[in-house]
């Protein structure tokens, strides 16, 4: 039992869930609601995102988990982005991946 949590201890199953929620769950969700493009547009991509980003770059920081899991939110929400949302998803990889390694840099 206590290498079980060990281990989901050392790979930081949280950043991974919350990373797997926000970046292909989500998504998934809103593709199969049929949700309107203003509200994916806007409060999707724009403010529930990168909120994420900046609060899951701070949480790497201050943990002291180690530097590549600001990459997990990116490459699911590529994933995501890629079977579920327009094809301008894509630029807001970039915007995210910044934005986490931005919050990730300026915690002390």
């Known amino acids: 039992m206590n290498k079980t949590l060990s281990f989901?201890?050392?790979?930081?199953?949280?950043?991974?869930?919350?990373?797997?929620?926000?970046?292909?769950?989500?998504?998934?969700?809103?593709?199969?609601?049929?949700?309107?493009?203003?509200?994916?547009?806007?409060?999707?991509?724009?403010?529930?995102?990168t909120l994420a980003a900046i609060i899951l770059g701070s949480l790497i920081k201050a943990n002291r988990a180690h530097w590549l899991l600001i990459w997990l939110f990116?490459?699911?929400?590529?994933?995501?982005?890629?079977?579920?949302l327009p094809?301008?998803?894509?630029?807001?990889?970039i915007i995210y991946l910044t934005t986490s390694y931005i919050a990730y840099g300026l915690t002390s």
Do not use: C, E, Q
């Open 74 to 84: 990116p490459i699911f929400f590529m994933i995501g982005a890629y079977f579920f």
């Open 87 to 93: 094809k301008y998803g894509y630029y807001f990889v």
């Open 8 to 49: 989901f201890d050392k790979i930081k199953w949280r950043y991974w869930a919350a990373a797997f929620v926000l970046g292909i769950f989500l998504p998934f969700v809103l593709h199969i609601t049929s949700a309107s493009h203003v509200f994916i547009d806007l409060w999707f991509l724009i403010i529930i995102n």
